[in-house]
């Protein structure tokens, strides 16, 4: 079962989203239009919402959580994605805001309360602690996630580029019959 209701909230889907059927998508989540989430992906909005931009990729074995709300911080942190985010396998991303045009790297880990700016590179294995804020048109990488260099220009083409590929990806595999 992809798709799980959780105290009365189902995931809600835009057109053209791409669901492999070893994912799951529970509770107070919603993604965008062409959208796609790739095997052994979780999202799990059980205690806070998850809202998901257009033309996201969540890659294989993806997790992507909440903070919530508690004594510590009352208000909890939502998880945001803006729009032609592309999501590495094995990423971690937690009670976090990413912006739109981002790349987070495979492997790497957003954690609570941390806001990316739009068009920011996350390296592959980066960890960004709690609370920090990266800046657009920066590549951050290590552990903790430190500005590494400005984004050259082909990078900046290339948020568009990922994001376009794997809604082409995404409608092929809509397109094969179901088994």
């Known amino acids: 079962m992809t798709l799980r209701t959780f105290q009365g909230m189902t995931p809600r889907l835009g057109a053209r989203v791409y669901l492999d059927p070893a994912c799951v998508v529970l509770g107070d989540v919603t993604l965008g239009d062409d959208c796609s989430v790739w095997p052994m992906t979780v999202i799990r909005g059980d205690m806070h919402r998850i809202r998901i931009g257009a033309r996201c990729s969540i890659q294989d074995g993806s997790v992507l959580h909440i903070t919530h709300a508690s004594d510590y911080n009352p208000e909890g942190y939502p998880l945001t994605l803006g729009d032609d985010v592309t999501v590495g396998h094995k990423a971690l991303l937690h009670g976090c805001t990413i912006g739109s045009r981002v790349l987070v790297g495979m492997g790497a880990t957003v954690m609570d309360g941390v806001v990316v700016e739009d068009e920011v590179i996350i390296a592959a294995g980066a960890v960004v602690t709690p609370g920090k804020r990266l800046e657009s048109g920066h590549v951050y990488a290590g552990n903790p996630a ?34």
């Open 146 to 179: 430190k500005p590494l260099r400005a984004l050259k220009e082909g990078e900046r083409a290339f948020f568009t580029y990922t994001a376009g590929n794997y809604v082409k990806l995404k409608d092929d595999y809509l397109a094969q019959p179901s088994v």
